[in-house]
């Protein structure tokens, strides 16, 4: 399992704890937000989850697609420190799995993360929501927002991790992802193609949207998932060209 | 050594790093929508204010909510990492130099980016509010002197978050926990606004300053307005604890 | 039997001809000295034959396998140290090993093999980051040495470190061939060095292989062309020299 030696790599640079931490962070927006000011969303007739997505998801999207950001630029970063990158290629390996694997360890990473989140969102809905679905139907809720959520990060993850192979300087793969997280906070709402845009995905939230946008999105992100990560994959491989 | 000339040699370390066109980038991508959507402007009568007041607010609302100091986090990454590829810091420290001195003509180039990131931020404004006039037939252009008093404002407001950032990037050794908090830190400033202990959260200044500003121009809309004291003293506090405690440790870790 | 043979292998970047037209001959079961001044081109074509750098044009085959067709079986044989050492500085020697025996499929036993053979198994457990550069060069040893391929490229190998460790690393790579028969293409600046370890040399210049054959052949070649011949150095430098006045020193 070649994910492995990517973890090893990942020893002592923060890394998991780092992604853990923010994580735990992100997680304590909505609980936060209920224990201080319940009295704004418990009364509003709609279903808990939804209450509380639509109060918090947007402060844990931004939360999350920077964590994306930092996490993929380390990924990268340990490599090209102190160029081992370089021994990376005169192995065995398909040029492409490096950035295949590393990108398969930061989607595990993103499953803690949004695991944990789906955990607060849960506590938050027992804790200060009736549950007229039960918890059963609250299981079902959270895994459907939450996987959908994870979809929707991995464009993101993949066009960041991309941009951090290609940059061999960090606050560089760091500048342009800052730049981008800001574009899609500017990006204005409401517009299906605009949405697209892979660090503007993250801040949708599939049940306030329209039944068909929520359909089309299902559609469009694999495609995106395919697109960039063929070409993350595909730049491994031409690389060598400009050495 | 004297410390203009350390600050010059700060800034020669950090030619051909292209931070000059991210921060550049950054303004670009802010007022690009600003330009686009200039007719929003006018359909703001529920807040009660102008087109060109609009215009210019909420492009620095979200330069200072976001942009600015997302940048800013970026340049400490530049400036760190300028001395650790390469083991550059040790030369410096092998020196005639007080490591001290070195640190804070390190902070002096943030700042000074800082400043270009702003000023670049008001020449676009410019270059925006100008399009944006032609295309609306209206006069989108406010007085130089009040914009460059509002961008003076923001860079003065942002000197202790600069110091906060500069502060993680000494002390946390490993990247990710430095530039992780230093962004996540970014994120609670909307909500730090809005409370009483705002003035404990140096990420929120150049937020709050622009927002009480809004306040001010949209007749409908009641902000917070700033308060001096404890303001000030809190956030001379800050800016000077986080120097000291930048400055005493620069270079510790390479000396043994 | 040659076990690298290239045919017009070129690298240009834009009108810069990095190496040009070279057919390399390196026969199995030896030690290829490759030599050159600073800018040669020796590093380049080492990357070329590791598929690191796209050559410009021309082939080349290794161990009966053409690349890119076979570059994965290629890499799978070959053991490279090239420029200065690559690892992770976050990992211990014995973990950055770790990561690439397990990417070798090679047994657990391979990483303590390695690092006794360079002499890092004191050191083992301290991380790469904190090594000195003696001691990063011998994990760039350890980490192309490792598994004992039959093919080793190594660039520079003795770079950083002390007499004794120079001495012990050309005992090694004297060794290998009879020892595992393996073959090593290496690079080095020390001539001296190269004249106690290298079956064959070839001499690069600008790009372009001034010489290739044994140091016998050398000889042979310097006495005939009125250079002198008491040693490798002397003979070398008049190589060189006589290569750069004839082409001006360009390329």
């Keep these: 399992m070649s994910v492995f030696p990517e973890c090893k790599k990942m020893k002592r640079t923060g890394f998991f704890p780092a ?19 319940s009295e704004l969303y418990t009364g509003q007739g709609k279903p808990p989850v939804r209450i509380l997505l639509d109060a918090n998801w947007q402060m844990m999207a931004m939360l999350n697609i920077l964590l994306v950001l930092v996490g993929t630029c380390i990924l990268y ?19 492409g799995r490096l950035f295949v694997d590393k990108f398969l360890l930061m989607a595990a990473a993103c499953i803690v993360i949004l ?42 993850m993949l066009l960041s991790l991309f941009i951090a ?18 574009t899609a906070t500017m990006l204005p709402s409401g517009n299906f193609a605009w949405s697209l845009f892979p660090y503007a995905l993250l801040f949708q939230i599939p049940k306030s949207l329209p039944a068909h946008t929520a359909g089309k999105l299902l559609l469009a992100v694999p495609i995106e998932i395919g697109a960039i990560g063929i070409a993350g994959a595909l730049f491994a491989n031409i690389r060598r060209r400009f050495t | 050594m004297k410390f203009f000339t350390l600050v010059g040699v700060e800034f020669r370390k950090i030619r051909r790093s292209r931070i000059q066109i991210l921060l550049f980038l950054g303004t670009v991508i802010l007022w690009l929508p600003s330009v686009i959507h200039a007719d929003m402007n006018f359909k703001m009568q529920a807040e009660g204010i102008s087109p060109e007041n609009n215009f210019f607010i909420q492009g620095f609302m979200g330069m200072a909510a976001f942009l600015f100091p997302a940048s800013m986090v970026v340049c400490t990454v530049l400036l760190q990492q300028t001395e650790r590829n390469h083991h550059g810091i040790l030369k410096m420290l092998s020196l005639p130099v007080c490591p001290a001195k070195l640190c804070f003509a390190k902070f002096t180039v943030l700042l000074s980016l800082a400043a270009a990131q702003i000023l670049m931020t008001v020449g676009m404004y410019g270059v925006s509010a100008g399009i944006a006039s032609r295309t609306q037939d209206y006069n989108f252009l406010l007085p130089l002197s009040y914009v460059f008093k509002q961008a003076g404002s923001i860079l003065l407001a942002s000197i202790p978050m600069l110091t906060f950032f500069w502060l993680l990037s000494v002390w946390i050794r490993t990247p990710i926990f430095s530039i992780g908090f230093g962004l996540a830190s970014i994120v609670p400033s909307v909500l730090m606004i809005n409370t009483k202990v705002w003035f404990v959260y140096p990420m929120a200044y150049p937020f709050f300053v622009i927002v009480s500003e809004y306040g001010k121009l949209a007749t409908r809309l009641s902000t917070a307005p700033i308060k001096w004291v404890p303001w000030l003293p809190v956030a001379a506090g800050i800016t000077i604890i986080c120097l000291l405690l930048s400055c005493f440790r620069f270079g510790q870790v390479e000396r043994g | 039997m040659n076990i690298i043979e290239s045919s017009h292998l070129t690298k240009t970047y834009g009108d810069f001809a990095a190496v040009s037209d070279i057919h390399l001959h390196i026969p199995g079961g030896k030690v290829y000295g490759f030599l050159g001044p600073n800018g040669a081109g020796k590093s380049t074509t080492m990357k070329m034959l590791l598929g690191l750098t796209k050559p410009t044009r021309g082939t080349f085959v290794i161990d009966g396998k053409k690349y890119p067709e076979n570059r994965m079986e290629i890499l799978g044989e070959v053991g490279s140290l090239i420029e200065s050492p690559a690892f992770y500085g976050n990992l211990s020697g014995e973990e950055n090993l770790e990561i690439v025996r397990r990417i070798l499929g ?13 002499g890092m198994t004191p050191y083992r457990k301290r991380l790469a980051g904190k090594y000195s550069l003696g001691m990063k060069q011998r994990l760039g040893l350890a980490s192309a040495l490792i598994g004992r391929p039959p093919i080793l490229i190594l660039d520079e190998p003795t770079n950083g470190l002390d007499p004794v460790g120079i001495h012990e690393i050309r005992a090694l790579i004297r060794s290998l061939p009879q020892q595992f028969g393996c073959t090593v293409l290496i690079s080095s600046h020390l001539l001296s060095e190269m004249e106690r370890m290298a079956d064959s040399i070839g001499i690069l210049n600008h790009g372009r292989l001034l010489f290739e054959g044994t140091l016998q052949e050398l000889k042979q070649r310097a006495g005939a062309q009125g250079f002198p011949t008491e040693n490798l150095e002397d003979s070398f430098l008049s190589l060189i020299e006589a290569d750069n006045r004839q082409t001006g020193g360009m390329r």
């Design chain 1, 19 to 37: 992604l853990l931490l923010g994580g735990l962070f992100s997680a304590m927006v909505p609980v936060l937000n209920m224990a201080f000011r």
């Design chain 1, 77 to 95: 970063h340990t490599e090209y420190e102190n160029h081992a990158i370089g021994k990376m290629a005169a192995l065995p390996i398909r040029r």
């Design chain 1, 115 to 156: 695991a944990l989140e789906a955990a607060a969102v849960g506590f938050c809905s027992f804790r200060w929501f009736p549950l007229p679905e039960g918890f059963h139907g609250l299981i079902l809720e959270l895994l459907q927002n939450f996987g959908y959520f994870l979809l929707l990060m991995m464009p993101a």
């Design chain 1, 165 to 182: 192979s290609v940059c061999e300087n960090m606050w560089i793969s760091l500048g342009i992802g800052v730049i981008c997280v800001f």
């Design chain 3, 106 to 118: 090679l047994p657990k036993s391979a990483v303590s093999e390695a690092l006794e053979i360079v």
